[in-house]
């Protein structure tokens, strides 16, 4: 003998009993209370979320008749009268639903909306249900704008899609639209407890949290994983047999993957890996469940009260969350979403693995925990993430954002060249140093103490760095170097200059600038500029003062100029006052 599925035996037979979609239950269920009904109706959302059972219901308050028969139309059927006991059977000849995926041509259509033209048989309405709409093809369409837009008072249409965007919008205009949205993972939760509680089924919360996860937002699928979770367990629902059903991870080895990232453990990492293959656990459901993990961790780093006292494992996001910065839990995310893509690339899906938690570990700075990074660290990592063409700054806390007073504007240290402050991506990017607007050499010279070298340097030196940073200026504005050769006149120091302006010793850091043929060049255009021959020499070593350190503190300058320019704007400074929320966004200011 046969059992009714559970998504079949336990279909809501009325709005009360829907869950998860209340916006649409107290639309329709007013619209039915004050009889302004419309004629079309368009339910749209994933599989599984209640189309066709809202129609159903639609269909049954429309042609309710109460248990004495004299019932009219009524937000709450009462499920015991001919019409609604026929129409959750499937057979009161005025409903009608049409699989459009089967049914997609304009001779089934046309066959359908032939029959409109007669009242209805045994009902006060007649209801056409057509699911998946968005499959008729377009002559089909065509054939129903008609009626769809004036059908008979007697005629109700409901639609039903997956996909609305397919649908047409001369279509979409004639109906009511309705979205209906995925089902949270609690929703789905508490609902399988009552059914399994109506059923006599034992079940633990893991694994109901397991099937609710899984689900993805559609009930129906929860209800059919349940069904598998009950054959699979023998009539219980138990996690670790609902976890081996699912391929599901064990939360307990993702949350280990987690701390080994936060430690800088790789080869803890790489053994978890190892474990995890061993049990023959899915590479792909690893990732996944890391970031969902990862997910609810930045929720927390970012609001802390959204702790659910209800979700088991609300405590160990809690944990983790406090072992990683926000911003390195935001990575690693994007690394485990990334990372799910590349899996079929790879030689085997273990391997793949190993590479996405191999480059979480290279990507992450090691021992920086939430709170514990260095200045220094917090810099070189904001410019590494704007591509190195922003000068990195310490973060501004958000209360000095929105507290409206004048900000003196910020400048560098009077002892220090405001080039040594640049972070080294910011100076190693060409095209920062293209962007950036030509800075007179002599706007920088400064008394100071080398960052790099940790000397001072002598007036001889910043008056060589004030003569190079003028003759690339020039070089750059005439269009005498490009490429390559400009980044080595860009990222070059000059230590001295010989025999009258014929002879230049450049301090470059990077080895591959320091090619012979890109000194060659420059060497030709420097000779060009000049007006003489001029040879160049190049040696190696860390550069202190050069162009693009100079372009790029010129830069910041502005940028700081621009910001307390805005900071201290009366308009601003009032406006902030007005609205106490009101703050100015970071990273929105840009210089003119």
């Known amino acids: 003998m046969s059992t009714l599925v559970l998504a079949r035996k336990h279909r809501p037979r009325s709005f009360e009993q829907m869950v998860g979609q209340e916006h649409v239950v107290q639309a ?106 968005h499959m008729l093809s377009t002559t089909a369409f065509n054939a129903m704008l008609k009626t769809l837009e ?71 699928d929860a209800l059919s994983l349940t069904d598998q979770a009950i054959a699979y367990g023998a009539g219980q629902v138990l996690e670790p047999g609902v976890r081996s059903m699912l391929g599901a991870v064990d939360r307990s080895h993702v949350a280990a993957l987690i701390d080994s990232l936060a430690a800088g453990d790789g080869a803890a990492v790489v053994q978890q890996v190892n474990e995890l293959r061993a049990e023959g656990v899915s590479a792909a459901g690893t990732l996944e469940d890391m970031a969902t993990l990862l997910q609810e961790m930045a929720v927390l780093q970012a609001v802390p009260e959204a702790l659910s006292g209800t979700d088991p494992d609300a405590g160990v996001a809690a944990r983790l969350a406090q072992l990683l910065r926000p911003d390195d839990t935001q990575l690693l995310y994007s690394i485990a979403l990334h990372g799910r893509g590349e899996l079929a690339l790879s030689p085997d899906e273990y391997s793949g693995l190993v590479m996405v938690l191999l480059r979480m570990l290279a990507f992450r700075a090691p021992g920086t925990r939430a709170g514990a990074v260095s200045g220094e660290a917090r810099a070189a990592r904001a410019a590494s993430q704007v591509g190195g063409a922003a000068v990195a ?19 560098p240290p009077a002892q220090v060249p405001p080039w040594e402050d640049i972070p080294e991506p910011a100076r190693a990017s060409a095209q920062a140093v293209r962007d950036a607007a030509p800075v007179q050499a002599s706007a920088q010279a400064a008394p ?42 860009m990222q070059a120091q000059c230590v001295a200059i010989e025999d009258e302006g014929r002879s230049w010793r450049l301090r470059v850091e990077r080895e591959t600038l320091r090619n012979p043929a890109h000194r060659d060049r420059l060497q030709q255009a420097l000779g060009t500029a000049l007006g003489h021959p001029a040879s160049i020499e190049v040696e190696a070593g860390a550069a202190q003062d050069t162009p693009a350190r100079r372009e790029a503190a010129a830069r910041e300058a502005r940028q700081r100029e621009a910001e307390s320019t805005i900071q201290n704007d009366p308009l601003v400074l009032q406006l902030m006052q007005q609205f106490k929320t009101a703050r100015i966004v970071p990273g929105s200011i840009k210089p003119i």
């Not at 007697?154 to 996909?163: E, G, P, Q, R, S």
């Not at 209906?180 to 059914?195: D, F, G, I, S």
């Not at 209360?399 to 007073?405: D, G, I, N, S, W």
């Open 28 to 133: 329709l269920s007013n619209a039915l209370a004050s009889q302004r009904l419309h004629h079309a109706y368009l339910f749209t959302g994933t599989r599984g979320v209640g189309k066709t059972t809202v129609s159903r219901i639609l269909a049954k308050s429309l042609n309710c008749t109460g248990p004495d028969g004299q019932g009219g139309i009524t937000p709450t059927p009462c499920g015991v009268c001919n019409a609604c006991q026929d129409i959750d059977s499937g057979r009161f000849v005025d409903y009608v639903e049409l699989d459009a995926a089967s049914n997609r041509g304009v001779d089934e259509i046309t066959q359908l909306l032939d029959q409109a033209v007669y009242k209805p048989v045994v009902g006060r309405f007649k209801v056409y249900m057509i699911d998946e709409v």
């Open 150 to 220: 004036e059908p008979p008072e007697y005629l109700k249409f409901v639609l039903a899609t997956t996909d609305p965007q397919k649908v047409p919008v001369t279509v979409l205009s004639r109906c009511l639209q309705f979205n209906l949205r995925p089902m949270a993972a609690e929703t789905v939760y508490e609902h399988l407890q009552r059914v399994l509680q109506a059923e006599g089924i034992e079940a633990d919360e893991g694994a109901l949290r397991l099937i609710a996860r899984g689900a993805r937002g559609s009930m129906r």
């Open 393 to 411: 700054a310490a973060p501004v806390p958000r209360a000095a954002a929105v507290t409206p007073k004048r900000v003196p504007p910020a400048a």
């Open 448 to 489: 100071a103490q080398s960052a790099a070298q940790g000397t001072p340097l002598s007036d001889e030196q910043r008056a060589l760095g004030d003569r190079w940073a003028a003759v690339v200026e020039q070089l750059n504005a005439s269009g005498a170097i490009t490429a390559l050769v400009r980044e080595l006149a």
